[in-house]
């Protein structure tokens, strides 16, 4: 990512609750939710394992090419969400519109670049298959985290069976 780039304002609606305008007028929001439900046999870690959603609210007629201060506010949120070192959270690609492959690697490489809060962060991502549909997910821990194993082997049991 661009050193020069600048997240966009965003709002915090309610906490853990965020929205964000584009220069293109398109409407974010981002949140998370509890993913504890998914970590039953991890009950020390599960209450700080987090869902992380990225909607899109409204989508003008025009847009403007890609708008890379995009990636730049939604790693900055996670990063602010991850910096206490308590949390962890996963997010899983839309598969609505079969393009769940390319949202995984367009959000795996917001995560690739150097000098950016992402270099705290530690990305966990894995793809399985569950019925006829392939899962993209990834699970994103503080690397300062004292739990992040804890949090590794929970995410991976969840994703992979008992094969870590």
Known sequence: MATNLQPYNFEVLKPDYYTFTTDSEDIYECYFSSFA?????????????FGFNLDLLTKPAKRKGIDKRIADTVITIAGDFLEARNNAMVYVCDNWDGKEGARARKFKSWFNYYDHPSSKIIQIS????????MIHSAMLIHKKNKRKKEFSDAYLELTQGEEK
């Open 37 to 49: 439900a998914y970590f039953p046999n991890y009950p020390g870690v599960a209450p700080f394992i």
């Open 126 to 133: 894995t793809s399985f298959e569950a019925g006829s549909m």
